[in-house]
């Protein structure tokens, strides 16, 4: 490289003169110069050529392989990524199912229990109320059977104290007393 240098820069020097003398207009369009011009232009050429050649194209050919293979290498690394991504979104939609059924049969047992333990109570409630009502009918039976002598009684001591107020007499406690026992025997079996 550096003997090619010092064989330009010396054929430089020795036409440098011919074209520094020109005087009559623009050395370019005069044909003696041609040449030159032309050997420079094929000198020139010919060492941009080559560096780029040697020097650029292998650095930008090597750039752009890289590239090329890292552009594929992500685009691979991105496409098993993606069917991992995919796969595991699979894997959670499975999981979430399963979750929103096991989800139901809890509740649908907790209710079926609950129900089940709500049917008992209601039960034992209805019992115990069942159980009240009869003692208490059976209060109010035997209250009925034991106060209609008492009511009785006193149907007849009333009356006779009116009966005898009224006529000024002494009344008959026995016939007032078996005149209301006949009128309460009377009541008592039209409503039973």
């Known amino acids: 490289m550096k003997n090619i240098s010092f064989a330009l820069s010396s ?6 003169n011919i074209a520094f003398g020109s005087e009559a207009g623009m050395p370019q369009l005069d044909p003696t110069f041609w040449i030159a011009q032309a050997f420079w232009l094929v000198i020139i050429f ?9 020097i650029f194209l292998p650095k930008i050919t090597y750039s752009i392989e ?9 685009l691979d690394e991105a496409q098993k990524l993606k069917e991992n991504a995919e796969k595991k979104l699979n894997e ?7 979750s929103k059924k096991e989800a139901k049969k809890i509740i649908e047992e907790g209710r079926k229990k609950l129900d089940k333990d709500l049917e008992k109570k209601k039960k034992k409630f209805d019992s115990q109320i069942e159980e009240e009502l009869t003692s208490i009918e059976n209060e109010i039976n035997d209250l009925k059977k034991s106060s209609i ?10 009356a006779s ?9 002494e009344v008959n406690k026995s016939s ?9 025997k009377k009541k008592v079996e039209k409503r039973i």
């Open 11 to 16: 054929i430089s020097f020795l036409y440098s």
């Open 66 to 74: 890289n590239r090329k293979s890292k552009i594929v290498s992500d």
């Open 149 to 158: 002598p008492k009511i009785a009684s006193i149907a007849a001591e009333t």
């Open 161 to 169: 104290e009116i009966v005898s107020q009224i006529i000024n007499t």
């Open 46 to 54: 010919s060492i941009l050529y080559l560096i780029i050649w040697k």
């Open 92 to 98: 959670y939609n499975i999981l979430i199912e399963k």
């Open 176 to 184: 007032v007393s078996a005149i209301v026992d006949d009128i309460i």
